[in-house]
């Protein structure tokens, strides 16, 4: 069966610090993969999404960036955190063929101070 | 481009009362229409979801939704609730045209709260 893992759970940081959130999806190749962020008391925004390794879109303009080293591998950073940048971030993954549905993360709290 | 509207932000609702919660969407397009739940400090889980067929479809937990075109809605719905309902619920849509990376456009969320 197919698991994924977000780490770390919780991550307080300073503003203007760097940031790298990490997403490992296994039992499936070449999945869709999807950064989002819930900022508090509001829906989830779609942050980047990825087809493949290398590929990446981004949904809005930000300080973050997203990479995919390795296949089931996805990787949320920023080089200098702002305030705004708090909110609870979530990892999905879905099949490149096949189901429709998204499967979540258990997601990264992270709060700027 | 897709939109999705949830109207109601909070619903109180009483132990084993039945409850519904409201979407809306917009889109220029077909979609899939999804309803997620989320315990707190948990990610999403899906509850159910519509890709064809009939516009009745069951889902975990005891609840479904109906997915009306004309209306442009797709209401969850439970006959009796629990108290482990009470998370907040997310009604979502993806564009069905092939090719496309089916990202997920999210409503702002319903809390539900089932009440003793």
């Known amino acids: 069966s197919q698991t994924i893992h977000q780490w770390p759970a919780t991550l307080v940081q300073p503003v203007g610090s760097p940031l790298s959130l990490e997403c490992t999806v296994e039992?499936?190749?070449?999945?869709?993969l999807y950064w989002y962020r819930q900022a508090a008391g509001r829906g989830l925004q779609l942050l980047f999404y990825s087809v493949g390794i290398g590929q990446i879109s981004s949904e809005v303009p930000q300080n973050l960036s997203a990479s995919r080293p390795q296949d089931r591998q996805f990787i949320l950073s920023s080089k200098k955190l702002l305030l705004s940048d708090s909110g609870f971030y979530l990892c999905a993954w879905r099949p490149a063929v096949g189901p429709e549905t998204q499967y979540f993360g258990p997601g990264t709290r992270l709060l700027v101070l | 481009a897709q939109s999705v509207t949830q109207l109601d932000s909070q619903v109180p609702v009483f132990e084993e009362a039945p409850v519904e919660l409201r979407c809306n969407y917009s889109s220029s397009v077909s979609v899939y229409l999804f309803w997620y739940v989320q315990y707190p400090n948990q990610g999403l889980q899906l509850l159910l979801k519509?890709?064809?067929?009939?516009?009745l479809v069951k889902g975990i937990n005891g609840f479904e939704a109906e997915f009306n075109k004309s209306q442009t809605s797709f209401h969850l719905r439970k006959p009796s609730v629990h108290i482990s309902d009470t998370a907040e619920y997310f009604c979502a849509v993806s564009d069905r045209r092939s090719g496309s990376a089916r990202q997920l456009t999210f409503g702002s969320g319903t809390q539900l709260t089932v009440l003793p």
């Open positions: 519509y890709l064809s067929g009939s516009t």
């Open positions: 039992g499936t190749s070449n999945p869709n």
